[in-house]
């Protein structure tokens, strides 16, 4: 079994949580075609990708007090397990409803990956080290979005929408074994309460009142509502409003996402010099200043190619950089319920994306203001976060850790 402190345990751990870039980033490139195969219209389809959080959400609240009480790795192996049947069921889908179904239970198997990785982490490390672990593992997780919107454009090019669900199925099943015969416990003390129904609502109750976790907790969720609005809105505005063929958007959604792997390679060098929470500043800073600019081309009317590649590579790149250190601030005060700590951050982070996404859909009017709007109006909401809840923290209260 991998050692706590061994590249390839980062590594797995990496692959593991872009589980959500693979799944997601494969089959955007497919989604106009889906939209003509099953003759619905954009809401329709983008049921997929927001419904598909919201199965993400509702399965973080499983994942993590099961973990507390039966350990990370069985947990684990089943949600992979489920992920790739639901895989599976996307590929055979015969109507946009069974389409809709089948990824539901596939994104509510896979957050098991994300959710456990980083219990995983605060299992070993603490505020500063699990920053700069989680920044490690991003760079693994940032060649998701590189990589998958180029496979999904070339296989949907070649072989239809179909043919991105065979990939992830693949994926998933290549992580169940590796989970299964390299993948170690790393749960010292399961606690044996953690399912009963007074305990879970204690935990819950204990968490949402602590300002420390709640400060933290809105940061990422606001960054990922931010993130949802740029999924939701992104194919869509590349291929039909900018008139960019399908096998040609992986290369603006890859381009994209260099910024992310270039922000956590920032992240994890920037933590250990200026701690996490001034790194936490630099990157809110960052992520509204790119939706402020996006905002401001968008609504101006200079709807092109560059106005939006350049702001949304700001936008992920400050992304990258604040992501770590807002899920390490929010979850190493509590290490003995670092399960259920991650539920709720995975829980409340996929109901924003989700909530965003939908809004981008619902707003869309042929041209990129809906995108625009929506990721600016997340990223001054993470800087809000930060300003009026995060900063006004005593440093020794962020620091504190509750037994």
């Known amino acids: 079994m991998l050692h706590r402190d061994s590249r390839l345990l980062v590594l797995l751990l990496g692959f593991l949580t872009a589980v959500g870039p693979f799944t997601t980033d494969t089959y955007l490139p497919s989604m106009p075609a889906i939209r003509e195969h099953f003759a619905v219209d954009m809401a329709s389809v983008q049921l997929t990708l927001s419904l598909a959080f919201v199965g993400g959400a509702v399965g973080q609240l499983f994942y993590g007090p099961l973990s507390d009480r039966f350990g990370r790795r069985p947990l684990l192996m089943a949600g992979l397990g489920l992920y790739v049947v639901a895989s599976i069921g996307c590929l055979l889908a015969q109507s946009i409803e069974q389409l809709i179904l089948a990824r539901f239970l596939q994104v509510f198997g896979s957050i098991a ?70 993948l170690g416990e790393s749960i010292g003390h399961k606690d044996p309460d953690a399912l009963k129904p007074v305990r879970m609502a204690e935990t819950a109750l204990r968490l949402l009142s602590s300002r420390v976790f709640l400060g933290y907790m809105l940061i990422n969720c606001f960054l990922f509502g931010g993130l949802g609005a740029y999924l939701s809105g992104i194919a869509f505005v590349t291929i039909e409003v900018l008139a960019i063929p399908p096998q040609y958007f992986g290369w603006v959604f890859g381009t994209i996402a260099l910024g992310a792997l270039s922000g956590y390679v920032v992240s994890g060098r920037l933590v250990m010099r200026l701690g996490l929470d001034r790194t936490l500043a630099v990157g809110v800073g960052g992520v509204a200043l790119a939706g402020l600019v996006l905002a401001g081309f968008a609504f101006s009317g200079f709807a092109s190619l560059a106005t939006l590649i350049l702001p949304m590579i700001l936008f992920m790149c400050c992304f990258s950089i604040a992501g770590p250190q807002a899920i390490a601030g929010a979850l190493t005060p509590f290490p003995r319920v670092a399960g259920s700590a991650s539920s709720l951050v995975g829980f409340f982070q996929s109901l924003t994306s989700a909530a965003a996404g939908m809004g981008v859909a619902l707003a869309f009017d042929g041209t990129p203001r809906a995108l625009a709007g929506f990721v600016c109006l997340m990223t001054l909401a993470a800087l809000a976060a930060y300003v009026l809840i995060v900063r006004r923290i005593p440093e020794p209260e962020r620091r504190h850790v509750h037994a």
């Open 113 to 182: 990956a994300p959710v456990l990785a980083r219990a995983m982490v605060r299992d070993m490390h603490e505020r500063e080290a699990a920053a700069r672990m989680l920044a490690l593992m991003g760079m693994v997780l940032s060649i998701g979005p590189i990589l998958a919107p180029f496979i999904g454009g070339i296989l949907q090019a070649s072989f239809g929408w179909r043919a991105s669900f065979v990939f992830v199925a693949a994926y998933g099943l290549v992580l169940f074994l590796a989970v299964a015969f390299s």
